[in-house]
DNA sequence: TAGGCCATCTGGTCCT
DNA sequence: AGGACCAGATGGCCTA
């Protein structure tokens, strides 16, 4: 507190400003008040408010310290926000920050809970089904009623360009438990649409191994 | 220049 | 008693 100054506010009460502004990576410790030390020539009164305004450095470098924390923690919320990140893009507000995670974790569970739908539709639930029946046995219409479904479900997850585990793992963490389900739920399946496409050509897609797309299926493990 | 946003100080409360 | 947490007050900086 070297550089601490005493300003007069409104209330008309003297208090301790600290000039230097910390900073982000400043790591802040109690030595920092040290160099408030008693003389012994000093009174009884001017002891008793120097230990005060330690007692009261130490506070406000742990306010400082805690706020610090609370910032590197609102920073580290703004880096998974999407689109929130990079040098064309201003800083978002902490206020702005809690809104938008929060609206993106309400966006998040309702792509889980399509997942959830999508995968009930296609696999477990009726293997007689009448989409499977569109799938593989459907007339030309049918099948591209089935196609356009499936197109509206993986749209409906984000998915628009690419399809299978890569583009999935752009998307989501490989470790959550979407992806869990994702390829418990897909392990035995074959997808017969290729939807990088607009031409509806076809193509097998086996989501069994994480390491082929669509068009390379040959060089899967 | 007004308003938004932020850092800091401060006193109070609760917890360990 | 000391630390964490919180909310109010205050002043500085930036932008429309």
Redesign the pocket.
């Given at each position: 507190m070297s550089n601490?100054r005493t300003?007069?506010?409104?209330?008309g009460?003297?208090?301790?400003?600290?000039e230097?502004?910390?900073s982000a990576t400043e790591d802040v410790s109690?030595n920092d008040v040290s160099d408030i030390t008693l003389r012994p020539s000093e009174s009884i009164e001017s002891a008793f408010s120097k230990t005060n305004n330690i007692?009261?450095?130490?506070?406000?470098?742990?306010?400082?310290?805690?706020?610090?924390?609370l910032?590197v923690a609102m920073d580290a919320l703004r880096e998974v926000i999407p689109f929130s990140n990079g040098p064309t893009v201003r800083?978002?507000?902490?206020?702005?920050?809690l809104s938008l995670a929060r609206n993106y974790i309400i966006t998040l569970t309702k792509s889980v809970e399509d997942l959830r739908r999508m995968f009930r539709d296609l696999h477990s639930v009726a293997p007689n089904s009448e989409l499977r029946h569109y799938r593989t046995s459907g007339s030309e219409l049918e099948r591209d009623m089935y196609h356009n479904y499936c197109k509206h479900l993986w749209n409906g997850i984000g998915i628009t360009h690419t399809i299978g585990p890569v583009c999935f793992n752009s998307h989501f963490d490989n470790q959550n438990a979407l992806m869990r389900e994702f390829y418990s739920c897909s392990r035995r399946y074959d997808a017969k649409t290729d939807m990088t496409s607009n031409n509806q050509s076809t193509s097998t897609l086996c989501m069994e191994h994480k390491c082929c797309s669509v068009r390379n299926m040959h060089s899967c493990k």
């Open positions: 601490a300003v007069q506010k409104t209330t009460k003297e208090v301790h400003v600290d230097r502004p910390i109690d007692t009261r450095a130490k506070i406000n470098m742990r306010e400082r310290r805690r706020m610090r924390d910032n800083k978002l507000s902490k206020i702005s920050t």
